[in-house]
């Protein structure tokens, strides 16, 4: 039986006082949640106020990214030893905001899957559970190009590290088009997605695609989040503009809760 795992992508959003107010409302009413994994993703620069305010409370926290090297002159980075000194558990990895908005802009999209995989490897060095962001650009949907799309990444990932490695992640099924849009996927289409990813990984272990939970992310609201987790291949979700609100994101994880 797969635990789901609710996830709060804060992105670039939060004051030290905006977060304790959210942090608050959130922690206030955690036995209405108990069931689920709960984890909080809030810019690194609030990673201590918040590993404070979770540590003792059940609750989760990591960051929106890493760097897929060790240490050294990098600036501007932060690598898996720094996340584990924080405490995190998680770290999202190749959030298509990071793929489409920044230096990953230049890149061929081959070339980031490759990133992505490195970035991967250096998290479960340190013991850090990535949750691996993968989904297709509106043009690859109107295409109709979704699993291409996600078995590339799947299997450079399958490739470099092993399907055993898989077992140690969490994949988040996040198209493009549904984010931050106010337009989620249907539970249909979702639940079609994320069949095809567990399959995938099956082809290799069955038991590690048992296993391996895989979040849905784009536009998740308190109210499409249940018919959205009630499919069988749904085990909870990635949650970006709808972390922000307290008793929002409360909502989303009470639909998790089975
Ligand atoms: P959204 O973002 O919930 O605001 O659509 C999801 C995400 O980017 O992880």
Known sequence: MRKPLVAGNWKMNGTSAKNVLLLDGILAQKDKFSSVNVAIFPPAVYLHQVQMALQSSGLSWGTQNLSQFRQGAYTGEISAAMLK??????????????????????LDQLVLDHIVADKIDMALTEGVTPIICIGESPEEHAKGQTEEVIARLMDIVINQSGVKALAQ?????????????????????????????????????????????????????????????SMPDIDGGLVGGASLDADEFVKICQAACS
């Open 169 to 229: 992640t969490v994949l988040a099924y996040e198209p493009v088009w549904a984010i931050g849009t106010g337009k989620s996927a249907t539970p249909e289409w979702a639940q079609e997605v994320h069949s095809f990813m567990r399959e995938r990984v099956a082809k290799h272990d069955r038991a590690t695609a048992e296993s391996l939970q895989i979040l849905y992310g784009g536009s998740v609201k308190g109210d499409n989040a249940a018919p959205l987790f």
């Open 85 to 106: 000194d924080f405490g995190c558990k998680y770290v999202l990895i190749g959030h298509s905001e990071r793929r489409c908005l920044y230096a990953e802009l230049d």
